[in-house]
């Protein structure tokens, strides 16, 4: 069913070999995280690596249907990840 008032946010983020905060908890009802770049990005909660994340490849997309922040790491190097909410 469609809502009346949904409004989608798209920004991106770079992910680097230190984790760092990529989606704020924030009243949402999905959010889509796309990477866009060349490495591997893992992600998960504060206390996320890349031997505990949830991989997502190259080109591959997650979504999650939560409110909780979003924390992501590569193993090395950066990527760019695309994140679109929705609300």
Sequence with gaps: MKK???????????VTSAASKIVPEAARD??????IGSNTVYVGGSNVTSST?????????LTLESTIDVY?????GTSV?????ER
């Design 4 to 14: 009346v008032n949904e409004t989608f946010t798209a920004k991106q983020a770079n």
């Design 81 to 85: 990840v695309a994140i679109l909410e």
């Design 30 to 35: 999905t959010v889509m995280i796309r990477n």
């Design 72 to 76: 992501a790491i590569t193993a090395s």
């Design 53 to 61: 994340g949830f991989p997502i490849n190259a080109g591959e997309a």
